[in-house]
């Protein structure tokens, strides 16, 4: 998942439109590309990353609610997650409690990745 900010609105405009006629691909994948989500939502979100992670990893699908949380299908069932106490125990019961500490990994590992992918641009 990669976030992008224009600076010019006509630039956006003008992928949105190409998006819509055709797929944009990049090395060889296909680019989706969504409308904008406010920064006040991203960073809500921001809490759910580790659980976000860990779902994309074990190919379970979820797609992201507003203002806050997150709706999971999972064993044919719809779970939602809107608040952060339901997060952490829907994530104790997909890895277990033994595995709990690989939390804070998944945490600090996303943690990395979005300051190097802000140290770049």
Request: some cysteine.
């Amino acid at each position: 998942e990669v976030h992008i900010i224009f600076a010019r609105r006509k630039v956006c405009d003008i992928i949105y439109k190409i998006s819509r006629e055709e797929a944009i691909q990049y090395k060889g994948k296909e680019i989706q590309v969504l409308k904008q989500v406010p920064r006040r939502v991203r960073e809500q979100r921001r809490d759910y990353r580790y659980l976000a992670t860990y779902l994309n990893k074990k190919d379970i699908l979820f797609r992201w609610l507003i203002p806050e949380g997150m709706l999971v299908t999972w064993e044919e069932k719809r779970i939602k997650i809107d608040s952060i106490e339901k997060a952490q125990d829907f994530y104790e019961q997909l890895v277990g409690p033994e595995d709990t500490n690989s939390r804070e990994e998944l945490e600090s590992n996303t943690q990395e990745e979005e300051q190097g992918t802000t140290s770049e641009d």
